[in-house]
């Protein structure tokens, strides 16, 4: 069985740098899409990083609001995906999850459980 397990995070000021990680627990086979969602209060689930698998290690994608702040990358032998999030800022104030799809067509679905960011004076 497939766990997804997310640690570091919690509160920091405004400008400060948190890193997620998102541990996997059981073989996933043909993983299609890794990434990273946020969902603030009252607001949707919103994607804010992603690894596209493909050649040359996959392609990285991110939302407009957090490019050049925010780094995702992965851990193969670890099994584990991390998120860099530099130059934080209140509105990055959200509870981040990291989720798998796999096989074909990204037919299974993998989600962690959820970690509180908050960005606060």
């Known amino acids: 069985q497939v766990q997804l397990v997310e640690s570091g995070g919690g509160l920091v000021q405004p400008g400060g740098s948190l890193s997620l990680s998102c541990a996997a627990s059981?073989?996933?086979?043909?993983?299609?899409?890794m990434g990273w969602y946020r969902q603030a209060p009252g607001k949707q689930r919103q994607l804010v990083a992603s690894i596209i698998s493909g050649g040359s290690g996959g392609s990285l994608n991110y939302a407009d609001s957090v490019k050049g702040r925010f780094t995702i990358s992965r851990d193969n032998v670890k099994n584990t995906m991390y998120l860099q999030m530099n130059s934080l800022k209140p509105e990055d104030t959200a509870v981040y999850y990291c989720n798998i799809r796999a096989g074909v067509a990204g037919k299974f679905d993998y989600w962690g459980q959820g970690t509180q960011v908050t960005v606060s004076s």
């Open positions: 059981g073989r996933i086979h043909s993983i299609k899409i």
